[in-house]
């Protein structure tokens, strides 16, 4: 894909070298759990309030697909909503998720478990993205599927299990959707399913469908584990608080980070010990990150950060840390080229089937702004420099994450940083730019 290619809308951004970043960044709702919150509430007996929810175009791509399933969903106000929940029936039409591998796989399992049919569709982006490992293993419980090739490309035609069976499952990727997928299949079996995953990825679903009244339990198995759910148990609606998102987070950390002189406080950002492999490798480097007032928020961690402008040093980061930073790499990799030394990410299998090739994009990205880097087996090594050079244009091949990471590299970079989209950041961070520039960031639009 060329530059801006599959996006004829694609609107290019430049950062420039910012003065200190300062003041309060107020991230917006962790999109993970709107997602959920969303889904669960609209197979929910009765009414689900949501406070606090992500309105980005992947969450609303969500919401879109759930009315065509019959659930009646209410904006209320910022952030509110009110979900009441429906015996989901075959939808007129295709169901289009846009770019959302969470909303499409998420409802790919609860639709499994039910007996509709349902055709799904997305973007360019999405339409890439292998769906088989989400609906291989949904044939177990009596599901079947048309899709485009043996990666089962969108669109993809799902009949759901005329009466699902529960299932004894060993999840072998390390992916969350695919995980929660299985489990919202597993509400509608007759019986007790047992799904295992070798690696702790986050666990939200697993704690929402507890709130919801699911009879789920979790226990640990080697160093994954396995959770036991009893299916044929309808759903009851709840009250869903979302907290901040920390990939958001992520973007404003590290411009704090790198940009001299900056301090920015980051309130009520979700702490879940699945999603902080992030800040806990940046503080390995050195970062100045304080956490104050951690606390529980609608069942899940959270805490206020403040991040002071700091001299970083390359660490190596295990490969068993993925799971719980996998949407942190891109960011992670531009702090590295901040750092003393040479940063080692290992295991990131995982990023080559995310909105884009993103290690793929990252060593693009790296390449265009003078930044070494190399990669091999699937581990990245970024070599620090003093001084990054910047001056390069970043294709970001519709993905979000690979825009505001090499944005934030223009903020502190020697010259400024052209990404050639930016459309795409409001699949997740709606605000992004306005909240940058509230901060000091310097973001200029590019005549194409
Ligand atoms: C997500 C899981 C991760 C992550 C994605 C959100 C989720 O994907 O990259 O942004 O909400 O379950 P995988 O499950 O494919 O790792």
Known sequence: MRPGQANPDARALRARKASALKGLFEVPGDKSISQRALILGAMAAGETTVTGLLESEDVLSTAGALRALGAVLVRE????????????????APLDFGKSGTGSRLVMGAVAGMPIRAIF?????????PMARVLE?????????????????????????????????????????VKSALLLAALNADGISRISQAALTRDHTEKMLSAFGAKITVGSAGQGETIVLQGGIRLKAAQVEVPRDPSSAAFALVAGLIVPGSEISLPAILLNPRRIGLIQTLLEMGADIQITDRRISGGEEIGDLTVRHSQLKGVTV???????????????????????????????????????????????????NGVEADESDNNLTVRGMPKVPGGGTVATHLDHRIAMSFLTMGLASENPVTVDDVTMIATSFPDYEGKMRALGAVLEGVKS
Do not use: N
């Open 77 to 92: 106000g910022a952030g509110a909503w009110r979900v009441t929940g429906a015996c989901w029936t075959t939808p007129a």
């Open 121 to 129: 569709t997305g973007d360019a982006s999405l339409r890439s993205r």
């Open 137 to 177: 293993p949904l044939t177990q419980l009596g599901a079947r599927f048309e899709g485009d090739g043996p990666k089962a490309l969108m669109p993809v035609t799902l009949h759901g299990a005329a009466s699902a069976k529960p299932i004894t499952y060993q999840v072998r990727v390390a992916s969350a959707q």
């Open 318 to 368: 295990p490969a068993e840390r993925a799971p719980s930073m996998i949407d942190e790499y891109p960011i992670l990799a531009v702090a590295a080229a901040f750092a003393r030394g040479q940063t080692v990410m290992m295991g990131l299998e995982e990023l080559r089937v995310k909105e884009s090739d993103r290690l793929a994009a990252i060593m693009a990205g790296l390449a265009a």
